[in-house]
């Protein structure tokens, strides 16, 4: 059936209207320099949704029988762009640097267990590329402080008597079906090395799929960061060009809820164009090789 097409005005006050119900949703801020990109996605969900007043369209988003729509809405508004091993040199402190000390201090305390939480995973290339980086920094590290006893054979993937846990949240359902799914086109693969693809995926035709032993270490749910009750116990957390389309009243209130999300001395690592700067003095900023990254600082309550 072809969509009626629509000629409506919208007026600034509505704009605002619907930005404030954005902002109170899912903490997404769209200020006038983003008010294009909302006008042109609220047409389209006009379009599809068959109305013609903006006064129809919030009537249906802020009713009960509008929470589809308004789910709608938020998909469409979700910028989800991403990519295996994004920001290099990040990942290489990760790597060699945070995933070394956590190890060697969680084996000092006899904890085996690592918690990691990739928050605003999109379509989950940056929680596969954690999951590599942790199995691979695994290995290494019992390469050089070898195990009292025999490993089973064919070796796990996380070495006994280690348990690892990645979650991988998002607040977009098609994103989180696509990461769930884990096949992505070659062209997706660039960034990753050969000893990575040959590890960890297989080719199906002309698209490779995330191994199964791989993709069994992430676990992916929906979390709204906006909601105040957010996993806990993480080791580390990755929120990584989620907080850029915050605006700081809403980043401040995010970054105290990590600090809360993490446990003593554990990590947050955020986008390339993103920083603590002013919006928190409980991190203690660690900066290497061009990477970044920050540690929660104790005594802060
Ligand atoms: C640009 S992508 C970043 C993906 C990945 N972290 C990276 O850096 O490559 C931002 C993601 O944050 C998600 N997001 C935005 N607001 C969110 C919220 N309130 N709660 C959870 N996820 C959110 C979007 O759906 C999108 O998938």
Redesign the pocket.
């Known amino acids: 059936m072809a969509t009626p097409s629509i000629e409506i005005q919208i007026t600034e006050a509505e704009l605002k209207l619907l930005q404030s119900l954005i902002y109170q949703e ?3 801020y769209f200020d006038e320099r983003r008010a294009h990109f909302l006008h042109d996605r609220l047409y389209r969900r006009l379009k599809v949704c068959g109305l013609d007043t903006f006064y129809g369209y919030y009537r249906l988003l802020t009713s009960r029988e509008g929470k589809a729509e308004l789910v709608a809405l938020l998909e469409n508004l ?6 295996f091993f ?1 920001n290099k040199p990040q990942l290489d402190l990760f790597h060699k640097v945070i995933l070394e000390e956590l190890l060697h201090r969680k084996q000092e305390r006899r904890d085996w267990t690592l918690r990691l939480w ?5 379509t989950g ?2 929680a596969y590329t954690i999951a590599m980086l942790v199995c691979d920094a695994l290995a290494y590290y019992y390469l050089r402080n070898p195990l009292p006893f025999e490993m089973p054979s064919p070796k796990p993937l996380i070495p006994l008597p280690w348990k690892v846990e990645i979650l991988a ?4 359902y098609s ?1 989180l079906r696509a990461a769930q799914e884990a096949v992505y086109p070659e062209n997706h693969l660039d960034p990753v090395d050969y000893s990575f693809r040959l590890r960890y995926f297989d080719k199906v035709g002309d698209k490779y799929a995330v191994k199964k032993p791989l993709k069994d270490l992430v676990h992916f749910d929906f ?4 909601t105040e009750f957010l996993p806990a116990r993480n080791d580390i957390i ?1 929120c ?3 907080m850029i ?1 915050f605006d700081e009243a809403e980043q401040k209130r995010l970054v105290e809820k990590f600090y809360r999300c993490l446990n003593p001395e554990g990590y947050l690592f955020l ?1 390339h164009a993103e920083s603590l700067f002013g919006l928190s003095d409980k991190f203690r900023m660690i900066h290497q090789d061009n990477g970044t990254s920050y540690q929660r600082l104790e005594g802060h309550i």
Do not use: P
């Open positions: 899912c903490g997404m979700t910028v989800n762009e991403t990519s994004r990739s928050a605003g995973c999109s290339q940056e949240s998002d607040i977009n994103v979390h709204n960061l906006k990755f990584r060009n989620v389309y986008g």
